[in-house]
């Protein structure tokens, strides 16, 4: 249980990115992504943009996640927990109040 879906197919086959070039055409058939391009263009948009946004988003959480690892040797190197939840939690509320500001 778990591992499969309620047809019998496997999650992962339904969702894998990696369609077969022959089974490209069902998969559009099955899943079809309207062209609004001509119709909506303001909202083709925005959709580019918040795109923009989401590669952005990702290349700083890499930037973060590498910045994270860097701290994490250099407490060990000190002899410090990698650890700090006061540090933490003080960090969480303030970016929280980033959030509402």
Do not use: C
Request: proline share 6%; glycine share 6%.
């Amino acid at each position: 249980m778990g591992t499969s879906l309620h047809d019998g197919r496997s999650p992962r086959r339904r969702f894998d990115h990696r369609i077969p070039a022959a089974g490209a055409a069902s998969a559009q058939a099955e899943f079809p992504i309207p062209d609004i391009r001509g119709r909506s263009p303001d909202l083709v948009e925005v959709r580019d943009l918040i795109d923009d946004v989401d590669r952005r988003l990702v290349e700083l959480l890499v930037q973060r996640q590498d910045l994270a690892k860097r701290a994490g040797h250099i407490k060990r190197r000190n002899g410090r927990p990698v650890r700090d939840r006061l540090r933490e939690d003080a960090l969480l509320a303030e970016r929280a109040g980033w959030r509402d500001a």
